[in-house]
Nanobody, 125 residues
C-alpha cells in the first residue's frame, strides 16, 4: 500500500513557475514507477510526465516538453514536477501516481495503482 500526498499547487501568472511535490508513504517507494497526470474541468485525466524507478529515464507529453521536468528522490520518498513557462492551458488539477506495472515508463492512466488527492494549478493570462 502506498499513500501519496501532493503539494505545491497554486495561482501563477502566465510565464511563471511552480514546483509540485508528491510525498509517498512506505518503504518501497523505489519499487514504483511514478507519473504526473492532470485533469481540467470537463476533460479526461491526461498524462503529463513519468519517471522510472531509479529516475534515470523520464518521458513527457509533447505539450510540456522543454517546460516541465519530473524528478524523484528515493531517499526522501518524493517525486517532483518542476513547471516553468506556464501557460493558461496548463490549468488543471495535478495528480501524482504510482505503478507496479513491469515497465520502465508508464503513460496509461489505468496502469497506475495508487493516486494522490490532487493539487490545483491555475495559470492566469
Amino acid at each position: 500500500q502506498v499513500q501519496l500526498v501532493e503539494s505545491g499547487g497554486g495561482l501563477v501568472q502566465a510565464g511563471g513557475s511552480l514546483r509540485l511535490s508528491c510525498a509517498a508513504s512506505g518503504r518501497t517507494f523505489s519499487s514504483y514507477a511514478m507519473g504526473w497526470f492532470r485533469q481540467a474541468p470537463g476533460k479526461e485525466r491526461e498524462f503529463v510526465a513519468a519517471t522510472s524507478r531509479s529516475g534515470s529515464t523520464t518521458y513527457y507529453t509533447d505539450s510540456v516538453k522543454g517546460r516541465f521536468t519530473i524528478s524523484r528522490d528515493n531517499a526522501k520518498n518524493t517525486v517532483y514536477l518542476q513547471m516553468n513557462s506556464l501557460k493558461p492551458e496548463d490549468t488543471a488539477v495535478y495528480y501524482c501516481a504510482a505503478t507496479s506495472a513491469p515497465y520502465t515508463i508508464v503513460v496509461v492512466v489505468t496502469k497506475y495503482d495508487y493516486w494522490g488527492q490532487g493539487t490545483q494549478v491555475t495559470v492566469s493570462s
